[in-house]
């Protein structure tokens, strides 16, 4: 097992900045490749050597695939990363069905990104630890854009809600998965630990959950043209070739509207006592179905009829050994079951061999709620009883993943959108979901019970896509080497 380089990987994949409550996400395009190129020399990029203290700032940088070609990046490279990146989140119609981008979540209605934007070449992430440092940043690396051959797009803001929360008022952040090879788990025993996960699944050049490295874009053999200055990396393989993608990784960012007022608003309608008042605990219970979490963030499986503080952040637990394998604890359809399904997968449900299929489509959030809240409190009887506003608010989404189709296309595409989702007949994810996929309407969730199951239908879309892109986010050593091409 090879311990992770560090000090070559950008500090946002490995340590997620959490102290750092300030980001500022800007989307760049590339007007003149040599200018482009002498700026990206001067940016002082944040390893992840060391996690930042609360009063740092931290610099880190992707590019989009029309980027690495605006920036020069030679064929016989270009050619070495994976199709989905080089197609582009929005590149084909077929990527449109495998995501669910259709309707009001389609490509032409982006706010950014897609063909019908101008092309996002470069995306620059500023983080800090509080609104001063971040805007002092903001001007001492975007004051130069003009003079060094770029255009801003657009500025992406970002904030950090009460108790980490998320807009719908459901603590986040919780299930995150940690890299094999991290001081964070050394000595543990990661066949048996379903949070322990393979670092080649997150960072390119080390090996997967196959046990096996991703393709990712080499240096072809005997051609020391490509790079004379000796400035990348070698293979961790044994081919002893210079690697490009060592130490990077896949960044999928998609900017998800939040419709706070009409999810609690539908859930409040559909529980109601006999004088058809709302019955908040009935209210709430039925949101925390769909979410698979109360909003503290105890897990239904550990907690099925009331919320419990005490079990905010806990993430020890499965579905089929637990004995919850039919759903009455923590439905089937629920979003966190769907999105990480832990110990429910074929082909032995309940065992390691399970956990370990699941490994294989797990993904490392980064990502950042943005816009006010609809109630400052968060609190679901504050949401249901709020007027709606025109503010825009949701999730910057952001992912680190090494294979695209692999994990973040497979869990959008055969999970959250996928209505026949392990046994189900019509329900697509209840908060996620895009409806209507595999030409199934959707918006049906279903609440097993060892009786009577329950059913509420004709679910609106609660998440609405605004604008994404798929962007490669390379090693230090690599960014040295796309900032001195010719």
């Known amino acids: ?27 760049l395009t590339v007007n003149d490749a040599d200018l482009a190129r002498q700026w990206l020399k001067t940016l002082p990029i944040r390893n992840a050597e060391s996690k930042p203290a609360a009063n ?23 050619i070495g990363f994976a199709s989905e990146f080089r197609e582009g989140m929005a590149g ?54 003009g003079s060094s051959g770029l255009t801003i797009l657009k500025q992406l803001d970002t904030n950090r809600l009460p108790e980490h929360k998320e807009h719908f008022g459901f603590r986040d952040g919780i299930a995150q998965p940690a890299i094999t090879g991290s001081d964070s788990v050394s000595g543990s025993d990661s066949q048996h630990d379903g949070n322990i996960v393979a670092a080649g699944e997150f960072l390119l050049g080390y090996k997967n ?34 690697d490009l993608g060592l130490n990077g990784s896949y960044l999928v960012f998609r900017q998800l509207r939040q419709n706070v007022s009409e999810f609690w608003r539908y859930i409040a309608s559909h529980s109601q006592d006999a004088d058809e008042q709302v019955d908040l605990h009935g209210c709430v219970k039925l949101a925390a179905k769909m979410v698979g979490r109360w909003p503290s963030g105890a897990p239904l499986t550990k907690s099925p009829d009331i919320d419990n503080a005490a079990l905010s952040n806990d993430n020890d637990f499965v579905y089929h050994r637990s004995g ?6 923590c439905p089937v359809g629920a979003h966190i079951r769907r999105t990480n399904p832990r110990d429910s997968l074929e082909p032995q449900p309940g065992s390691d061999r399970s956990i370990e299929v699941g490994k294989r489509h797990r993904i490392l959030r980064r990502g950042r709620t943005y816009g006010p809240p609809l109630s400052l409190s968060l609190k ?64 049906t969730f279903t609440v097993q019970a060892e009786l009577v199951r329950t059913r509420v239908t004709n679910m609106p879309i609660f998440v609405e896509l605004k604008g994404g892109e798929y962007f490669f986010m390379p090693g230090i050593r690599a960014m040295r080497f796309i900032s001195s091409l010719t």
């Not at 740092?56 to 270009?78: K, M």
């Not at 919850?324 to 604890?329: H, M, P, Q, S, T």
């Open 1 to 27: 097992m090879s311990k992770l380089q560090l000090d070559d990987i950008q500090g946002v994949i490995p340590n997620g900045y959490g102290r750092l409550g300030f980001a500022n996400f800007v989307l």
């Open 56 to 78: 740092e700032t931290c610099v880190n940088i992707a590019f989009s695939y029309s980027g690495l070609v605006e920036l020069g990046l030679p064929e016989s490279l270009l």
């Open 92 to 145: 084909t119609g077929h990527r449109a069905r495998i995501l669910g981008d259709y309707g009001p979540n389609a490509a032409e209605n982006w706010q950014w990104g897609g063909e019908h934007n101008p092309a996002v070449h470069i995306l620059l992430l500023l983080y800090a630890g509080d609104d001063k440092l971040l805007a002092r940043l903001k001007d001492d690396h975007l004051a130069v854009t």
């Open 209 to 242: 959950a196959y046990g096996q490295y991703t393709d990712r874009p080499l240096l072809p053999n005997g051609d020391p043209r490509l790079d004379p200055d000796n400035l990348l990396p070698t293979a961790l393989d044994g081919s002893a070739r210079r």
């Open 324 to 329: 919850d394998a039919n759903g009455f604890r």
């Open 380 to 443: 679901p009887e504050d949401l249901i009883n709020t007027e709606p506003d025109n503010e825009e608010r949701g999730l910057q989404f952001l992912c680190f993943n090494t294979h695209i189709g692999r994990q973040f296309e497979f869990i959008q595409h055969t999970w959250i959108n996928n209505p026949k989702f392990d046994g189900l007949y019509e329900d697509d994810d209840p908060i996620a979901g895009s409806r209507g996929h595999h030409n199934v309407p959707g918006g």
